[in-house]
């Protein structure tokens, strides 16, 4: 068999929410790789794929993860873990990556799998999809993502405050992610568009600090980087959300 590079979604942080695939593809993996930040401490990925993988086969990689306004040093970063991955294939022929969340979104796989890409143009690269946060804090709040035709929309407010302010005034329910250092400024665009009544946010879901409340108790001062927000869409009270005429094509 040649070389193989899986990115595994590990979910939002609580060890019960990874997927029985993702489980067995940690296992089947010769070394399983963690992103960790530049200061050495335990990531939520690590802390989750050491439930299940000893860790002899876990191999820390250091993105820079809290390297925020210098972008060379951040790709410099990237750049190293891709090497780094590599050589791993090379010497091992298969290496899941964990990240938290799901791999295909917002996720730090997609720089390491290009990367690795471009230095290893025959290595085979696959994916396991993992709970998101966003649904994650839907389950433990109560909040209802989407009915009927509404529309879902997920905006990381590092983005800027005011990406997540059009999404709010536009319909359907509106995920923001990653906007703990902005939390004045998220707060601030729910009041501007009456969309703080019914709104959610959460961090650290699943672990021992977890913190859900209403958006309307959003602190002044900066939450937790990985903080989740729902605001759900202005639904009329009635059963079934906006249903269109065909089919939906909801699930059963």
């Not at 405050?161 to 509106?174: F, I, R, W, Y």
């Not at 703080?196 to 958006?215: C, K, M, N, Q, Y």
Request: glycine share 14%; net charge negative.
């Amino acid at each position: 068999m040649g070389m193989r590079l899986t990115g595994v979604g590990v979910g939002p942080g609580d060890p019960e929410l990874v997927t029985v695939k993702g489980v067995n593809a940690l296992r089947a993996a010769a070394v399983v790789v963690v992103p960790v930040m530049d200061g050495g401490e335990t990531g939520r990925a690590e802390a989750t794929v050491l439930h299940y993988v000893g860790a002899s086969r876990v191999v820390r990689v250091v993105f820079a993860l809290n390297e925020r306004s210098d972008r060379a040093r951040r790709e410099a970063a990237w750049d190293a873990a891709g090497e780094r991955v590599a050589e791993l294939l090379r010497e091992h022929g298969t290496v899941a990556f964990a990240t938290i969340g799901d791999p295909n979104v917002y996720s730090t796989f997609t720089y390491l799998a290009h990367t690795v890409a471009g230095l290893l143009p025959e290595v085979a690269v696959a994916t396991v999809p993992g709970i998101t946060a966003m649904q994650d804090l839907a389950a433990r709040s109560g909040a209802v993502l989407t009915e009927g035709t509404e529309p879902l929309t997920l905006v990381p407010v590092t983005a800027g405050s005011a990406v997540l302010k059009d999404a709010l005034e536009g319909p359907g329910t509106v995920v923001a992610y990653k906007f703990g250092r902005q939390a004045e400024e998220v707060a601030a665009a729910l009041r501007a568009t009456g969309r703080t009544e019914g709104a959610v946010w959460g961090s650290s879901l699943g672990l021992p600090e977890e913190s859900i409340r209403p958006a309307a108790l959003l602190l002044d001062g900066p939450l937790p980087y990985l903080s989740t927000l729902i605001a759900p869409a202005r639904r009329d009270g009635g059963r079934g959300g906006k249903l269109g005429t065909g089919n939906t094509g909801g699930g059963l």
